[in-house]
């Protein structure tokens, strides 16, 4: 069983469309995350979800959109895409704060035609 | 403010050599601190964290990590490296709660 699993894994699509990443966890834990990693592989954290209520929120334009229907799943919605959004997005989750040892997920490619 | 330096973007060794790839922290607050490994196409994996105690942590596939407050450092070693240790090497802090990595090494190796 993969702990933190990520839907879909590759995504392709046109400027100003919608899309959207799914994230399921498995392992119990309470904090989940989405990163966003770039061309440099520079990772940037962008949102935390702690039992489905949101704690950290970063400079994130209001095109991303985060949702946690409960503590196992963290979805992303991101509206209007644009180039820029271009960048592999990671789910991760972790149950002890402040430790915050990170499992990944795989991440989803996202390419912004 | 950088929290995580990682000064070496590549680092080329040869298969059997032994490995240090270089990390500093800024953080006026006793750190915790982790080391993750990212293999082409992977997610990230916890090679090791310090959180207090010991200062030379001990983690998984062989690699060790010593903490030096007075330096800032966390650098992470290996004795012998293989060739399936070849990845992107990221430091990491813990800084109010979040998880701050470093730009990332990538770790070349020759046979």
């Known amino acids: 069983d993969t702990a933190v699993s990520q839907t879909p894994k590759y995504l392709v699509t046109q400027m100003g469309n919608d899309k959207s990443i799914k994230c399921e966890q498995n392992?119990?834990?309470?904090?989940m995350y989405w990163y966003k990693q770039d061309s440099k592989k520079f990772l940037k954290i962008m949102f935390s979800?702690?039992?489905?209520?949101?704690?950290i929120n970063e400079t994130v334009p209001n095109r991303f959109s985060p949702k946690s229907p409960d503590k196992a799943h963290l979805n992303l919605h991101i509206n209007s895409l644009e180039l820029g959004d271009s960048a592999v997005y990671f789910c991760?989750?972790?149950?002890?704060?402040?430790?915050?040892?990170?499992?990944f997920g795989e991440g989803s490619r996202l390419t912004v035609l | 403010a950088q929290s995580v330096t990682q000064p070496d973007i590549h680092i080329t060794v040869s298969e059997g050599a032994s490995l240090e790839l270089r990390c500093n922290y800024s953080?006026?607050?006793?750190?915790?601190l982790f080391w993750y490994v990212q293999s082409p196409g992977q997610g990230l994996q916890l090679l090791l964290k310090?959180?207090?105690?010991?200062?030379l942590v001990q983690g998984i596939k062989g690699f060790e990590a010593e903490f030096k407050r007075s330096q800032s450092s966390f650098n992470l070693r290996k004795p012998s490296v293989h060739w399936s240790d070849a990845a992107e090497y990221f430091c990491?802090?813990?800084?109010?709660?979040?998880?701050?990595f470093g730009k990332g090494t990538r770790l070349h190796i020759l046979p």
């Open positions: 953080y006026g607050a006793t750190p915790y």
């Open positions: 310090y959180f207090s105690g010991d200062t």
């Open positions: 990491a802090v813990n800084r109010d709660d979040k998880i701050i």
């Open positions: 991760a989750s972790s149950q002890v704060q402040p430790s915050g040892e990170l499992f």
């Open positions: 392992l119990g834990h309470d904090t």
């Open positions: 979800y702690n039992n489905k209520e949101l704690i």
